[in-house]
């Protein structure tokens, strides 16, 4: 029954990130998602690996049939995307446009510098955003460095290089990776984030090769002789 109302809460309102799902299964009433910090999902999986969430049927019903709007507006495909097109806008990672901006209520009265218009290139008008009174935690797809490369660069390149349209983030280099080595040296957010993740790496699989020699060293005939008593 959990289950079938998270599936439910989550078509019904959009993205629903894992703190949240993991409350409403856990049948926690709110008490993990409402807390006092506010946790940002952001799928920075490639497109072909990347899923969204479509419209209940009461709104695909109602629209346009000529309209193709299948799925909610979020902040990767459309909110930054289409953002404002000024200098304040333009060189703004989209890490950092998610922890500084949030959609706006329905009652907000829209006004002052705290409030943004975002409208699409066809003038297409999308969302009031507001901006917000605390960060939040931005969470994400993580991709291992080692087996996983092209996804790493990716999605390293999607969070803190400022694009536009999904061509901007590989360039015109022939891979994620040729592109973040291409661009890395002067975007300082990119190269300190990405370094973070790839010392991280480097320190678990270390890790890692330490236990299995251990467990290695621990299984080998001398080690087993050693443990025979001496009569």
Not at 95 to 122: E, M, T
Not at 143 to 153: A, H, L, N, R, V
Not at 184 to 206: C, F, G, H, T, W
Request: one cysteine or more; a neutral charge.
């Amino acid at each position: 029954k959990a289950v079938v109302s998270t599936q439910s809460g989550h078509y019904g309102r959009g993205e629903m990130g894992a703190h949240e799902a993991a409350d409403r299964m856990l049948q926690n009433n709110g008490e993990m998602w409402k807390s006092s910090e506010t946790f940002v999902w952001l799928q920075v999986a490639p497109p072909h690996l990347r899923s969204r969430t479509m419209r209940n049927i009461k709104d695909l019903e109602g629209q346009d049939p000529h309209s193709k709007k299948t799925f909610y507006d979020d902040m990767l495909h459309d909110f930054y995307p289409n953002r404002p097109k000024n200098e304040a806008f333009e060189d703004i990672s989209l890490y950092d446009f998610a922890s500084k901006w949030d959609k706006a209520h329905k009652n907000d009265p829209k006004r002052g510098d705290r409030f943004i218009k975002i409208v699409r290139s066809d003038k297409t008008f999308v969302k009031w955003m507001k901006a917000r009174s605390k960060e939040p935690v931005i969470y994400h797809n993580n991709y291992s460095i080692t087996e996983q490369k092209e996804e790493f660069y990716y999605s390293m390149l999607c969070l803190y290089k400022p694009w536009r349209v999904e061509s901007d983030i590989k360039g015109p280099s022939e891979t994620f990776e040729e592109e973040y080595n291409r661009v890395v040296d002067n975007l300082p957010q990119l190269k300190e984030m990405s370094s973070r993740r790839i010392n991280i790496y480097k320190a678990r699989e270390n890790m890692e090769k330490d236990a299995d020699e251990k467990i290695k060293k621990e299984k080998s005939p001398d080690c087993d002789s050693a443990l025979i008593p001496l009569l």
